[in-house]
């Protein structure tokens, strides 16, 4: 028996759980790993704080490319070899990044460092399905994973900030890439070789041909277009905080990191806890339905209620748990109606968050600009929130007007 055998176990267990958690911390993380020194990579650069922010939009378009290509032919390879390469080339990246002093020979690094990191968090998702088939204790394991996505943005952010403290901010992004090439080498150790997914049953001609097809399923169709409208709000909020607290609450600026922190917890304290919640409120389709109506009360108060930064922090921690609770239902719902295309929808469903997340970007920016400053932002994100009501109306209809096959799911799995 080889060495890596004894290593490596048979079936997935919580060291699984852990490795899955610090992928999509690191595929939320990467682009948190460059915004903390965007000021001073800018000086360094000699190039605006605007052009540097450029690092970001090419970062989410490589990430959005990579996983719609690779979508198809996620149930044709060991996920095990998708994540560990992945993560593996975003370090590199990251570390390549920290060693260059121009922007021109910069901006290929990024994108290919999105490239990969596009695959982790769809990869990391449909992992869980193959490693947890029976839905109770998949919903626990997920919630796990989903909870830690937040954790890149909310956490990484500003330790990377001390790390590279004294404008050292190569020194930061280095450090960065060190713990993706740790995280990679754990996968490749330690990863589970996982049983294929249902998809494997359909050909690959089928699976091309069948990809636009996954956003017209019903029910499916309706989750995706959710994914898009909730990331698009949850991101034009995010990015535009630290703004919004300097407009707000002037001289108040030690409120900004405590609020990124509120957002980052509350969200991976109610995705841990979600399985709970689902259950308690009847299933993925009633947890949808509640994490909207959440979403668009959370962020209008936040937005609008501006009394004091203690407030809007505890504000923007309660946006963070409902939107965990939300986004750990709607994978739920996609599990339950994608049927042979599992796989495929909930890869899908990975690939759409950094559309959504450019569009937060470019549409809260604009909305700035053209509507008094905050006050604009502050009727974008309502808007768009309220938008998310179209998409859940299309699926409580479908679901009523349909009688849907289940994706057959064992109703007994091993424990770890």
């Known amino acids: ?68 290509l690779l979508a198809p032919f996620v149930s044709r390879y060991q996920l095990r070899a998708i994540l560990w390469i992945s993560i593996t080339i975003v370090g590199i990246a990251s570390i390549i990044t920290s060693t260059i002093d121009d922007f021109a ?24 399905g193959r490693a947890w088939p029976n839905p109770e204790v998949r919903r626990v394991r997920q919630g796990f994973v989903i909870g ?51 998809d494997a049953e359909v050909s690959l001609k089928a699976q091309l041909s069948g990809m636009a097809g996954v956003f017209v399923m019903p029910i499916v169709g309706s ?27 002037p001289g108040a600026d030690e409120w900004i990191g405590p609020a990124f922190t509120a957002l980052a917890l509350g969200f991976m304290i109610s ?28 962020v209008s108060a936040y937005a609008w209620i501006t009394v004091s930064p203690e407030l809007s922090t505890a504000l923007f921690l309660v946006f963070g748990m409902v939107v965990g609770t939300f986004f750990n239902g709607l994978v ?42 905050y006050d604009g932002w502050k009727v974008f994100v309502t808007v768009v929130s309220v938008l998310m009501l179209i998409p859940l109306f299309d699926l409580m209809r479908r679901i009523r007007g349909q009688v849907h096959k289940v994706a057959p799911e064992p109703t007994m799995y091993g424990t770890d």
């Open 223 to 249: 989750a995706l277009l959710m994914r898009v409208v909730a990331n698009t709000l949850v991101i034009g909020t995010f990015v535009f905080t630290a703004g919004f607290y300097d407009h707000e609450y």
């Open 148 to 198: 830690a996505m937040m954790s890149g943005p909310g956490f990484f952010a500003p330790i990377l900030r001390l790390i590279g403290s004294d404008g050292n901010w190569e020194r930061g992004v280095f450090f960065f890439g060190v713990i993706c090439l740790v995280v990679a080498a754990g996968i490749f150790i330690t990863f589970p070789k996982l049983a294929g997914s249902s």
């Open 105 to 128: 020979l910069m901006l290929p690094v990024r994108i290919i460092a999105g490239l990969a990191g596009g695959p982790v968090f769809a990869g990391s998702i449909a992992a869980v």
């Open 271 to 298: 995705a841990f806890l979600s399985a709970k919640v689902t259950r308690a409120l009847g299933g993925p389709t009633n947890t949808t339905t509640v994490g909207i109506l959440g979403m668009i009360i959370s």
């Open 1 to 68: 028996m080889r060495a890596r055998d004894l290593i490596r176990p048979s079936e997935a267990n919580w060291l699984t759980v852990i490795l899955l958690m610090f992928s999509v911390s690191i595929a939320g993380g990467q682009a948190a790993s460059i915004t903390p020194f965007l000021n001073e990579m800018g000086d360094d650069l000699s190039v605006s704080d605007a052009t540097m922010g450029q690092l970001g939009t090419v970062t989410f378009a490589g990430a959005t490319v990579a996983a719609l």
């Open 332 to 373: 739920s719902l996609i599990y339950e109606y994608s049927g042979k295309q599992q796989s495929t929808a909930i890869f899908m469903d990975g690939a759409l968050a950094p559309i959504g997340g450019a569009l937060g970007g470019a549409l809260g920016g604009l909305a700035l600009g053209l509507g008094s400053g």
